[in-house]
Each structure stands twice: as C-alpha cells, then as structure tokens.
C-alpha cells in the first residue's frame, strides 16, 4: 500500500515539538536581554479617533447630510415634474386645437377657407 503522508497525530506531534523550541528560544533570549520582556501597556499620548477625522471629517461635518440633500433634490424633482405636465397639458390642448381647425378646414371643402390668427393681419401698401 502506498504511503499516505503524514498523520494527524504526526501533524500534532510536529507542531509541538515547534511550539517547544520556540519557548526555549524566547526563554534564552530574555535571559540574555531581560529588557525584550513584556513591556507594560501604555496609553498612547493622542488616543486613536473612531470614525473620520482629518480634513475629509471636517468637509463632511459642515456639508449637509444626505437625507437633507435628498430632501433638496426632491423639492427640485417635484417643481420640474410639475412644470412638464403643465407644459404637457398645454401642448395637447394646442394640438387639439390644432387638429379641429383641419378637421374643420377639411368640412368647409375646398372652395371655403376660414383662418382665424392672433397675430394681426399685415398692413398693405
């Protein structure tokens, strides 16, 4: 049969022997340099801000927030839609005008032709 390689316990063993050769490593080395010990925990001198800081925080400290600019645009959307449908509704009633003067000029026949202008006729000479 061909060999597996190694086993778990193989593994565990492996590692083990590491792990003790690591600690007497690091037990000589404070033996010889008692300074690289553990050092005492210090609070730093300027505690590390959560969150932004810098000059970005400060640009989005003074800027609006994005519910207050989605308000704006909002109010904005609302004014424009506004505006096209009345445009809208105003056009169609010009094309409905538009189509009864033919509808009209197409009963009249060829013979009668009645235009009716806002602007006024052209004065002749």
């Not at 003790?20 to 080395?29: A, G, H, S, T």
């Amino acid at each position: 049969m061909a060999d597996r390689g190694p086993t778990v316990g193989d593994l565990q063993a492996g590692l083990a022997e590491i792990d003790d050769r690591l600690r007497e490593i690091q037990k000589r080395l404070l033996s010889e340099y008692p300074d690289l010990g553990v050092l005492p925990l210090q609070a730093p001198e300027h505690p590390t801000p959560k969150g932004r800081y810098g000059p970005l925080a400060e640009i989005l400290e003074k800027g609006p927030r994005p519910a207050e600019q989605a308000e704006l645009r909002l109010v904005d959307l609302r004014r424009q839609i506004d505006a096209l449908a009345e445009l809208r509704a105003r056009l169609l009633a010009s094309i409905r005008e538009l189509l009864d003067g033919y509808d009209a000029a197409l009963r009249a026949g060829p013979e009668v032709v009645d235009v009716r202008l806002d602007a006024p006729e052209p004065a002749t000479s």
